[in-house]
Every structure is written in C-alpha cells, then in structure tokens.
C-alpha cells in the first residue's frame, strides 16, 4: 500500500504561484510514476504532470512552460511548482501513484483556487 498526502493548495490571483507537495509512505519502492491530476467543477479529472523514478516528465499542454514536476527521492515527495496561474487552472489537484503492475493510489487532493 502507498499512502499520498498533498499539500500547499490555497487562493490566489491570477498570474500568481504555488508550490503543491504530496509526500508518499508505505510501499513506495514499487512506485515508477508520480504525478499530478485535478479535478475542475463540471468537467473530467485530467493529468497535469507526471515524472517517472528515471526523471522523465510529461505535462498537459495547458500547463506547459508554466508549471514544473519534480521529485525529493530522499523525502519520498514529489513537488508541482504553478507559476503565471489563470482561473481556468482552478480545480481540486490530486496526487497519484502507478506500480510497473499497473495498480494506482490517489491522495484525497488540495484545493487551488486562482481569482481573475
């Protein structure tokens, strides 16, 4: 089992910043991909960013140029950096967890509310 903790979401004004934390414990060693999803009011949950143990990264080409995954391998957490933030990146973001076997963990997710 993989148990994920988010934290650092809040509100703040369009072009804004913050820094999303999910720190992992249990079972991580068989974890191989991390990332970030969120939720919007009304629509479909969709992938944000991903990183794999390897460091490779992905990002959905709303977000790209604008928000940064990485990874503190010695603090088991993984970090979303959301710089130039717009209202239409309002939503609850949820960290999630993949094992090579393909079973998943999701955290309970943070809210982040960007004003226009």
């Known amino acids: 089992q993989v148990q994920l903790v988010e934290s650092g979401g809040g509100l703040v004004q369009a072009g804004g910043s913050l820094r999303l934390s999910c720190a992992a414990s249990?079972?991580?060693?068989?974890?191989?991909?991390m990332g970030w999803y969120r939720q919007a009011p009304g629509k479909q949950r969709e992938l944000v960013a991903s990183i794999t143990s390897g460091g490779s990264t992905n990002y959905a080409s709303s977000v790209k140029g604008r928000f940064t995954i990485s990874r503190d391998n010695a603090k088991n957490t993984v970090y979303l950096q959301m710089n130039s933030l717009k209202s239409e990146d309002t939503g609850v973001y949820l960290c999630?967890?993949?094992?090579?076997?393909?079973?998943?963990?999701w955290g309970k997710g943070t809210l982040v509310t960007v004003s226009s």
């Open positions: 999630h967890a993949r094992t090579p076997m393909g079973t998943e963990y």
């Open positions: 249990g079972s991580i060693f068989n974890v191989n991909r």
